[in-house]
């Protein structure tokens, strides 16, 4: 596994995957399941630069999308949840029954739908930051409600009060 790190507004973030256009996890220090850096792990920083350089754009508002590629992995549920999430547009939020139908699943699997929100190896890149409560309270976010709150004011998104 490849991995480097790379400072950002809401902390520093741990980019890895088994190749830099393949990417398994992307963090937040702190971030509930975020895995630790194993032994086996090699840093190289040189190669993820076009994703360092795209998170540097997206946290100065110049980018909408990332262009990055990602590593197969997860259960084929949470892959659904995972797939809907990727289809969220940048500045808008959807909440959990949204999502769920939106993966077209049933109303009943909400909470199924939360947890694999909550184990998204990808944040920022898989918008799971625009996934809201039912009234659009900020709610479930691995990396922290700041955090969440963070991203979703630099996209423009107005929050409840």
Request: proline share 8%; aromatic share 10%; hydrophobic share 40%.
């Amino acid at each position: 596994m490849l991995y480097t790190t790379h400072p950002s507004p809401v902390g520093d973030l741990l980019i890895a995957g088994p190749a830099p256009d393949a990417l398994a996890w992307l963090t937040l220090s702190g971030q509930k399941y975020a895995p630790a850096v194993g032994p086996d792990w090699a840093r190289d920083d040189a190669a993820f630069r076009p994703v360092a350089e795209q998170f540097d754009a997206y946290f100065a508002g110049e980018l909408t999308a990332f262009d990055i590629g990602f590593a197969p992995g997860g259960t084929p549920f949470r892959r659904r949840v995972w797939a809907a999430i990727d289809r969220i547009p940048y500045g808008t939020t959807v909440t959990y029954a949204q999502l769920t139908e939106q993966a077209g699943l049933e109303p009943r699997m909400a909470r199924a739908v939360g947890g694999a929100v909550g184990h998204n190896p990808l944040s920022i890149v898989r918008p799971c930051h625009r996934v809201v409560g039912t009234n659009g309270s900020l709610t479930g976010y691995a990396g922290g409600l700041d955090r969440k709150r963070h991203l979703l004011t630099l996209e423009g998104v107005l929050l409840a009060a």
